[in-house]
Structures are given as C-alpha cells and as structure tokens.
C-alpha cells in the first residue's frame, strides 16, 4: 500500500506535516512519500493567470502524485479558521485540470494547531468540502495544543490518550 501524506501549510516547520508523517508512519505494511506544498508553489490563481499562462506544470504534478497513492495522510494548517492560502492555491489550480482532485482516494484528515481546539474550524471546513473533489474522508483526528502534546524530538504524539486515540483510528481503517 502506497500512502501520500501531505500538510495544508508552507510552513518549512510545519507541525502539520510533523503530525501527517507520524500517522502515516503507524500504517501497517505501507510505502510513505511524505509532500512538501512549497514544491507546488504557484501563482495566485485566477481565471486571468489561467488564461495567461494555461494549466500550471506544478499543478499537474500534484495530481500526479495523488494518483499514485491507495491512502492519503492530509493534515491541515487553520490560518483565521480556514486553509492557508498556499493549500487553497494548490486546490484552485488543480481542480481547474481534474475537478475530482482526491480522486476517490481514502484519506485520514487531520490537523493541529497550538491551540486547543486543535485546527476545529479547518476541519469542519474540509468534511463539508473534500467530498466534493472526491475524498474519501475514512476518519478525522485533531491534535489540540500541539506543543503540549507533541513530542518533536521524537517525532512522535506524547499525550498517551491522544496517540491511543490515533493508534486506534488507524487501526480501524480497512482500505
């Protein structure tokens, strides 16, 4: 099994892509390539940009990827409750060439956030949209205070009942 694991965020640091790689690392069996967002930069889109310069290369190699993939590990950045602009900048451009852009993938999505709350609002926003692009959204995880709960050293979530939690979500997951 192949799994894609990517973060909603440009971050260089990102926790979201600190908490995508260890979830997809708990996959039994599985083949990780773990994605950089900041290899898909693009212009700001806009139907003007489109136009100009036609379907983004970058974008096509985005989708390329997730065509690859059985299983997608997504966990996103929330920036002012929503996705940062450079994950919704991917989305844009790549759903102009494939409006099915998850491609009926299973997915695990996620985020984290240092707050308690834990990226809620992005959440709730991506379970309501995904689906419309095709995601096949099999479960959701949120890891609230990541700097409390997340073990960066190690790489790995150090609030005991949270990694249960994650442990047992993945578990449950037939694909």
Request: with cysteine; glycine share 4%.
């Amino acid at each position: 099994m192949k799994i894609i694991a990517f973060a909603g965020s440009p971050s260089k640091k990102s926790i979201n892509k600190k908490l995508a790689t260890y979830a997809a690392g708990l996959f039994e069996n599985a083949q990780t390539e773990v994605l950089d967002l900041n290899d898909y930069e693009m212009p700001l889109f806009s139907v003007d940009k489109e136009a100009e310069i036609g379907q983004h290369p970058l974008a096509q190699a985005f989708l390329d990827k997730i065509a690859t993939a059985d299983f997608l590990v997504v966990s996103l950045a929330e920036n002012n409750g929503n996705y940062s602009a450079a994950f919704k900048n991917t989305v844009d451009w790549c759903s102009r060439i494939n409006g099915k852009l998850f491609q009926e993938k299973p997915m695990l999505l996620m985020a984290t956030s240092p707050g308690a709350r834990g990226g809620a609002s992005v959440l709730e926003i991506a379970k309501n949209n995904f689906p419309r692009f095709n995601a096949e959204i099999k479960a959701v995880f949120s890891l609230p205070s990541f700097n409390d709960n997340f073990d960066v050293e190690n790489n790995c979530i150090s609030n005991a009942e949270l990694d249960q939690q994650l442990k047992e979500i993945i578990k449950s997951i037939h694909i």
